[in-house]
């Protein structure tokens, strides 16, 4: 049986567009265990917003400790199936290579990042370029407390996947696999561990 949506000559109507956005949000919803009123808002305004979303986390550790389980961490994160560095282009600076394999929509994500590091105190990644993302960026920060003997770390990242999905959903998500490698590295820096 043949779709008329796909028989040529046929163009989508805005009804039709407005009824198909609807669904996915309802269906990202539900993947992601929402509520599926509290998920309607407006969409991002595009790469130009700017909306980070953040996540922080006290580690009773000192900055130094918590700098390395960072490196580590994606090398033991469950979500991402690679890491790699594809050149160092300074001491404090390199293009990483990461494949994400547990997004929602999507499945798996390649990304090329530019990570510019001061050390113990950020790292800013920057994308390069994705197969699905249209934006990837953030930061991690950290600030020492406590007379140096604990951290303050921060985690931001905005996020574009160039799928109308509402903001609300994404932040919800996004802030979900923050607090997840922000956990991580705490249990890797304060039990001295990898997960």
């Known amino acids: 049986m043949r779709n008329?949506?796909?028989?040529p000559g046929t163009r989508e109507t805005p009804s039709r567009q407005r009824f198909c956005a609807g669904a996915l949000t309802l269906l990202v919803a539900l993947v992601c265990g929402l509520n599926p009123q509290s998920a309607r808002s407006k969409p991002s305004d595009g790469p130009e917003d700017h909306h980070f979303v953040r996540a922080a986390i006290l580690i009773h550790a000192p900055v130094e400790v918590v700098w390395?389980?960072?490196?580590?961490?994606r090398h033991h994160n469950p979500e991402i199936a690679y890491s790699r560095v594809l050149v160092h282009i300074s001491e404090h600076e390199s293009v990483l290579e990461e494949r994400f394999i547990v997004i929602p929509l999507i499945g798996a994500a390649t990304c090329?990042?530019?990570m510019?590091?001061?050390p113990f105190e950020r790292i800013d990644y920057t994308m390069i370029e994705s197969d699905h993302f249209k934006v990837f960026e953030g930061a991690w920060v950290f600030t020492p407390v406590d007379e140096?003997?604990?951290?303050?770390l921060e985690l931001s990242s905005h996020v574009e996947m160039g799928l109308p999905v509402p903001r609300l959903i994404m932040d919800r998500?996004?802030?979900?696999?923050l607090e997840a490698r922000l956990k991580n590295v705490k249990s890797m820096a304060e039990g001295g561990s990898a997960l």
């Open 116 to 118: 510019i590091e001061a």
């Open 68 to 73: 390395d389980a960072v490196q580590q961490e």
């Open 4 to 7: 008329k949506a796909n028989t």
């Open 112 to 114: 090329k990042l530019r």
């Open 173 to 177: 998500v996004t802030h979900r696999k």
């Open 148 to 152: 140096g003997k604990s951290t303050v």
